[in-house]
């Protein structure tokens, strides 16, 4: 696209350089491919069954992992649900199948740990502009959002440590914790990929 500026009787011409057709195809395809899965049952679905069936094999799941992919593939209220739903599923099997103790300590902690993935999960949803467009931005935004999910999520966690006193968890423990979910965030996000990466191929064969 070319403009030209009148300027002491001479022609000034400036070339500014706008999208072609191929960078509006990519980012449509992209916006288009995201939506087909925010929007869809499925993955959902899918993001609660895996979150739940976790319960069984870890005390408590990696629930900031979770709330980082449901907040960057689903829209904002299936990543709420989703989250909510994979947190309530862990309390549930754990006050049933592991007995957890019936007592203030233990429903503090639970409480704690669900308003932490609920604050979590929706300040990911919030979704920066530089996200929504192109692989680069979203892999960016994944990664801040479980690096920044874990540190306020754990963060809530030792205050209420704090407050309620013992149950303080060591540096060894926190860092396993977040291996862990850095582990989930890779493995679900991969899965996520794999599925955008084969609608956008079959968008674009039409």
Not at 2 to 23: A, Q
Not at 135 to 151: E, K, N
């Amino acid at each position: 696209m070319k403009s030209k500026i009148e300027k002491s009787g001479k022609s000034l011409i400036i070339s500014t350089k706008s999208p072609t057709n191929s960078d509006l195809s990519r980012l449509n395809l992209w916006q288009a491919s995201w939506k087909a899965i925010a929007n869809s049952i499925w993955w959902q679905v899918c993001l609660i069954a895996v979150g739940s069936a976790s319960s069984v094999i870890y005390p408590h799941v990696p629930l900031v992992s979770f709330a980082a992919v449901a907040g960057n593939t689903l829209t904002r209220k299936k990543a709420l649900i989703s989250a909510m739903s994979i947190w309530f599923a862990n309390q549930l099997y754990g006050f049933t199948i592991r007995q957890y103790p019936h007592t203030l300590e233990s429903f503090t902690w639970g409480i704690a740990m669900g308003v932490g993935t609920l604050l979590v999960t929706w300040l990911v949803t919030l979704r920066p502009r530089f996200s929504r467009y192109n692989w680069q931005g979203y892999l960016i935004w994944l990664t801040a959002s479980v690096v920044g999910g874990y540190a306020i999520y754990q963060g809530s966690i030792l205050a209420i440590a704090q407050l309620m006193g013992g149950h303080e968890l060591s540096s060894t423990i926190l860092w396993s914790i977040f291996v862990k979910d850095v582990i989930w965030t890779v493995a679900l996000a991969a899965v996520h990929g794999c599925i955008l990466v084969a609608i956008s191929k079959r968008s674009r064969s039409f």
